[in-house]
DNA sequence: AATAGACCATAAGCATAGCTTATCAAAAGT
DNA sequence: ACTTTTGATAAGCTATGCTTATGGTCTATT
């Protein structure tokens, strides 16, 4: 192999030739004289040259005319390249992908994200909604860099971080003889005609089971359950974030006895780190949410 | 300003992920483990990132991910560059541009260049021939590298090496009545008409002056010249080296009494060195005609 | 389970690279 | 002739970059 130029000496040749001389540039670098006579003298013996003339000191030789442009190039694309990598270490450039359940979508990431964008205005940002399940498997196969979400499975590949819990409870009409109750028992809710939902799934497995076992309505859209719902239709299930908060026509009563929730939290890979953009990203939102604010609206 | 990149580092990640191990790599690059591990952590802590997960050893984070061809692309041109300066370096590539007098030109650059072009295969050639004035002034100008000539005037600007001397003599007719001769003395030639060239100004200020002072014939042109000699019209006087070898028509007496001489040397620039390809010119030359061969045929 | 092997991190020690101050010699300005 | 400015050189110090030795952790093997 050849020889290893070093970055620091060719900033000494090319502020000599700047300066014109060994003194001013030594100066201007915040060093001694001889440590550029030293630094230059190697560089020359490596290259097998002298770069500057012997006799005219401060002046070029033409081997040395040669190398400027290039040392000069090789410098500014060090550089660019180290004010490139420290801004993406900083998380002040890049991309973040990420996905989390409707409800954390539009209830809380559009505040997640103006926060966000003013602290990191050059950071790019690629939001997914999903399923729970969906969530997990996106993190998990490595197709967004972080998740919110509430825990699927244990899985060995995801790492878990709490955020806060999500109460479910019962969503039905105003009119509803339950509807002013402050919470509700599950066996007070047997006779109704219950409207399972994605969120359902939440349900199984706990003393609610029953709810959802037997009964014959699904319904994916949101739009579509609340339409029924405002119709007087039936009754179902919801995290209380995924309750629209506007909403006129329905009332959200917590279920109690047992209390049910569901666990949100941040989904990472397990065994990969973050790309420094993700991890500003979480700063962000692990801040807005254990900060002053507390619980988020 | 911003961090410093050392060159060997990026070396040592790129060499640990094409190995896939720390260890891998150290043998790979014959250094030692804990070289590699100090020397990429002292990396990781200067960009505020680590490069290789902390679990999975020998893995990329995403930001190492991002780093990895940007440090390819680095070291690529440090090494494109370091090859590139070695051959300028070694004068194994450039340019040498050369003036010399015609009769150095014709005579023996074909032989000189002939020896270079071998050794150095991949250097070009600038070739000019000017008369011994105009040589000096392209060197003093930096309009070329160096110049082949006699020395024209004392020039505080330029340093002249010596190669050889060249006879002057008298240049005539085979069939002309002094022909045969050894050697000739000026007061001989008195009666002849003379015709001035080029070269002529070599007996200004000599014991020979008068010959070319009083007289009305003068021709530049070399064909035009040995045409007018060929006719039996007059004769000349040109330095050995300017005399064609191979002429059947004429023949050429050295003059005596006093012998005078063209001190035949390098010419370069008193105060800039050399480009590295222009002195390996001037060392095949000087090897040439202080060799073995000696004398130029 | 226990053990051996491979891997990386850490510690201690050493050579040298890279800087400093002090001094000298040469050139340029006064 | 003298002062100033310049670059080279010498001696000395510190930090870098390596080494060997050792310890901890994970994986594969028995």
Redesign the interface.
């Known amino acids: 192999m050849?020889?290893?130029?070093?970055?620091?000496p060719l900033r000494y040749v090319l502020a000599v030739w700047e300066e014109g001389s060994f003194h001013g540039a030594a100066r201007q670098l915040h060093r001694s004289q001889p440590a550029l006579s030293m630094a230059i003298r190697d560089l020359e013996e490596r290259?097998?040259?002298?770069l500057f003339?012997?006799?005219?000191k401060g002046?070029l030789?033409?081997?040395g005319e040669?190398?400027l442009p290039?040392f000069r190039?090789?410098i500014r694309?060090?550089?660019r390249?180290?004010?490139?990598?420290?801004h993406?270490?900083?998380g002040q450039q890049?991309r973040v992908t990420l996905a989390t359940v409707p409800s954390v979508a539009s209830r809380l990431m559009p505040g997640f994200l103006a926060a966000f964008i003013a602290e990191y205005p050059d950071i790019n940002i690629n939001l997914h909604d999903e399923n729970a399940e969906f969530v997990c498997r996106m993190v998990a196969n490595g197709e967004v860099?972080l998740g919110i979400s509430s825990v699927w499975a244990q899985d060995e590949h995801l790492s878990y971080t709490h955020l806060f819990e999500d109460n479910i409870g019962v969503v039905l009409h105003r009119d509803h003889r339950l509807a002013n109750r402050d919470s509700l028992q599950w066996h007070e809710l047997e006779k109704e005609r219950f409207i399972a939902n994605g969120t359902s799934r939440l349900l199984k497995n706990t003393a609610a089971a029953s709810l959802v076992d037997n009964n014959d309505f699904y319904i994916s859209n949101m739009i579509s359950l609340l339409a029924m719902l405002e119709a007087g239709s039936g009754i179902t299930t919801l995290p209380r974030l995924a309750f629209p908060v506007d909403n006129r026509k329905l009332c959200f009563v917590p279920l109690s006895e047992p209390k049910l929730v569901r666990q949100i939290g941040i989904i990472k890979p397990a065994?990969?780190?973050?790309?420094?953009s993700?991890q500003a990203l979480e700063r962000v939102i692990l801040k807005r949410l254990t900060g002053v604010t507390g619980w988020p609206a």
Chains 1, 2 share one sequence.
């Open positions: 050849g020889i290893e130029l070093k970055i620091q290259l097998g040259q002298p003339e012997k006799s005219l002046q030789t033409p081997f040669y190398c290039r190039e090789l694309q060090h550089d390249l180290a004010r490139d990598l420290q993406v270490a900083h890049g860099d065994n990969r780190s973050l790309s420094p993700a």
